[in-house]
């Protein structure tokens, strides 16, 4: 496991929350989940969990992923500081593309942590792995889904799938 998804979540939090206004992530999911009667939710894979705390008990497959097609293109190169705690982490991003395992990229970073006068560094490679809208619906039929709706955003698709046979 890469360092990037072993490190706690609080860290993953601080890194990423520039990112996601969680509140309107909720309420764009939430929106879903009631249009479709949902009762209960899974979160797989969802960074720090800060997004499925604002869940009620609801169910349905909501698959939010990168666009493969919106998101490789689009990576630079980048340098970015931020505190967690009493600690002072710097993160230096750089993309690699890897054509030797698929449609991938290497994410190869460096976290150069300060505490205190103790400072420390921890370099991470990560193969990254982005889909397809057709992928994804192609993975979902044959796992015995069905799309119920393909919302598309910039680099975002998010997908609303029911099992067969459910209701």
Known sequence: MTILYSNPAGTYHEIYRHIFDYDKEFEFYNSLLEAHHCRKILEIGCGSGMLARRYPDHGLLVVGIFDANGIFGNFQDFEQTFHAGQKKITRIKHMESNLTTGWTNDWCARYIT???T???????????????????ALFL?????TMLEVIAEEKVLTMVAQKHGHA
């Open 114 to 116: 300060e505490q205190g």
């Open 141 to 145: 039929k044959q796992t015995g889904f």
């Open 118 to 136: 103790e400072l420390t560094e921890v370099k991470d490679i990560t193969t990254l792995r982005a889909f397809t809208k057709d992928e994804i």
